[in-house]
Nanobody
Framework: QVQLVESGGGLVQAGGSLRLSCAAS????????IGWFRQAPGKEREFVAA????????YYADSVKGRFTVSRDSAKNTVSLQMNSLKPEDTANYYC????????????????????WGQGTQVTVSS
């Protein structure tokens, strides 16, 4: 069993930055893949970023590439999402998710591959 708790959301002006954190318990973040997804009101959930276990290969949605960075802190057992140059269209509830069974070819852009989900943290970017 893995529990995930997101934090770090809030209100920020366009062009600003936020750092989201996903704290994991029940398994080392070195041994699980973590994905970040977001969902805005009236829209479907969409993939944002992911980091594979062990080697730490990362993936990003085209819409956030170059602005967002996902990283792992093994000492704190957390995975962070650094978000820079935020835009109003980044406004959404952000969720982290964990996959404990993945292999090298697991498509981490797909929400269905994740077994555990956090409750989410709200990010609002004002124009």
């Amino acid at each position: 069993q893995v529990q995930l708790v997101e934090s770090g959301g809030g209100l920020v002006q366009a062009g600003g930055s936020l750092r989201l954190s996903c704290a994991a318990s029940g398994r080392s973040v070195q041994r699980i893949a973590i994905g970040w997804f977001r969902q805005a009101p009236g829209k479907e959930r969409e993939f944002v970023a992911a980091i594979r276990r062990s080697g730490g290969v990362t993936y990003y949605a085209d819409s956030v590439k170059g602005r967002f960075t996902v990283s792992r802190d093994s000492a704190k057992n957390t995975v962070s999402l650094q978000m820079n140059s935020l835009k109003p269209e980044d406004t959404a509830n952000y969720y982290c998710a964990a996959d404990v069974n993945g292999i090298s070819t697991t498509p981490y852009q797909l929400a269905d591959v994740y077994e555990y989900w956090g409750q989410g943290t709200q990010v609002t970017v004002s124009s």
